[in-house]
């Protein structure tokens, strides 16, 4: 393997992780700016070649699966469980994605929208007029309360508190650096991130495999606890208890951030853009004083604000393959070892793909449909986030239950940018806003 076979980058100069951390948006402009959309750079986990090219993008997400493996497979299994789906390949991935993918489409998620919609006026009972609300903790605590009903399929009120609680606490453990660095997965004797981490997981266990248990001993319920506890595979096998909570590990991450993320994002936008939100305002007063929940998701201008949300600032900023294969992309062949990933930040802000990118404009969404290698805030492929669907219901949901009962000012007018937090990106410092009436 020539070196003229790779994409041009860094060969030799290892990715600065705080530098990125720092800011990301800004080290990939100067990254593709650089070296064009295709590049090759050293991480502390290997070689990745990233791309912000749909062309390579489509090649990447049309992958068979004996041709790609896990990447970083250590960064995943101490977060989501060593038994998570994301850390399954070939047949066992295709057996498990086609085990969970029902309660995340058609009439059974349609079912979820009454829970997301009381938990957003929930929240909304607690906000007082005047006082200013982290839209960010805001977002998380509506988040958790549909998990721990709709996911965890949880009762008692007592029951949920406590998976709140320590839900909370474990996603705020999951210190970045620890997805970077290796040597710091360790506990040196209780005092490291990595000790705080396990200290959080091992808690949220015990909830967790107390709600397995709690699950196996009533009737099915709509619950997607309840569907997992009692599906089977096609052998006619189940899942067992370890699998079944390390996939609630992978739910909690995935839908909590994506959700909670993407809603204070929005709003964030929205309050930015006041011509924006008169017209989805006026768009959504035209549904009437009780629409039903389909109504409100099928609304085009809250479905292109959500996905202009998601557009410019992405929850998740890359998609990883590792090569067990050798992969021609473009001019460039790849190594098996190698790494390749699709870079949602690259893509999204692309300005060959979407004019003046750092622009929130909904509008672009209703002028044309992107193909799913042009946006990909939920991935691609085989291993596309199974519950997108369900965090898109989820935020127009969530969205118009605030726009209907409250009016919000921001309380700060200084741009906020995203930050990475654990696998996911989010505003820097909360998205604060000015409640000045909730009814």
Same mark, same amino acid.
């Given at each position: ?65 004996? /041709? ?48 997301? /919609? ?160 008169? /017209? ?17 998701? /099928? ?141």
């Amino acid at each position: 393997m020539t070196p003229d076979t790779l994409p041009p980058g860094s060969r030799n100069k290892l990715l600065n992780p705080v530098r990125y951390l720092l800011d990301p948006y800004r080290y990939y402009e100067k990254a593709f700016a650089q070296y064009g959309d295709t590049f090759l750079f050293v991480g502390p986990n290997g070689p990745v070649v990233l791309t912000r090219d749909p062309e390579h993008a489509k090649v990447i997400f049309t992958l068979d699966t004996s /041709q790609i493996g896990i990447y970083p497979e250590e960064g995943v299994d101490f977060v989501m469980g060593k038994q998570t789906i994301f850390l399954q390949t070939d047949e066992r991935h295709r057996r498990e994605r086609k085990l969970l993918s029902p309660p995340f489409h058609g009439a059974r998620m349609r079912a979820y929208g009454a829970v997301m /919609q009381q938990a957003a006026r929930d929240e909304l009972k607690t906000w007082r007029k005047g006082e200013v609300v982290d839209f960010q903790k805001a977002m998380q605590r509506i988040s958790m309360a549909v998990i721990t009903q709709a996911i965890f399929g949880m009762t008692s009120a007592e029951e949920r508190d406590q998976a709140h609680r320590l839900g909370a606490a474990y996603m705020e453990s999951i210190n970045p650096l620890l997805l970077f660095f290796p040597a710091l997965r360790r506990e040196y004797f209780g005092l490291s991130p990595f000790a705080k981490l396990m200290r959080a997981r091992r808690a949220l266990e015990e909830v967790l495999e107390q709600a397995i248990r709690n699950s196996r001993a009533r009737p099915p319920g709509e619950d997607i606890l309840s569907m997992m506890v009692n599906a089977h595979y096609e052998d006619g096998s189940m899942m067992s208890d370890e699998q079944i909570r390390d996939e609630l590990f992978t739910l909690l991450l995935a839908g909590h951030e994506t959700s909670a993320l993407g809603l204070s994002w929005l709003f964030y936008h929205l309050y930015h853009s006041p011509e924006t939100l008169v /017209q989805l305002r006026q768009e959504l007063s035209a549904l009437g004083s009780h629409p039903e929940p389909e109504a409100i998701v /099928q609304s085009r201008y809250l479905d292109a604000s959500a996905s202009e949300a998601l557009r410019v600032y992405p929850v998740v900023a890359e998609t990883f393959r590792k090569m067990r294969a050798p992969l021609a992309l473009g001019p460039y062949t790849i190594p098996v070892g190698y790494t390749v990933s699709v870079s949602a930040i690259g893509i999204h802000h692309n300005p060959a793909i979407y004019p003046d990118p750092n622009t929130f404009r909904p509008e672009r969404f209703l002028e044309r449909k992107f193909s799913p290698f042009e946006y990909v805030p939920f991935g691609g492929g085989t291993r596309r986030c199974l519950g997108a669907a369900f965090a898109m219901y989820e935020i127009k949901l969530v969205a118009y239950e605030i726009l209907r009962h409250c009016e919000l000012a921001p309380a700060n007018e200084m741009p906020i940018r995203p930050i990475q937090r654990g696998p996911t990106f989010g505003p820097k410092g909360g998205v604060p806003m000015r409640i000045l009436r909730v009814s």
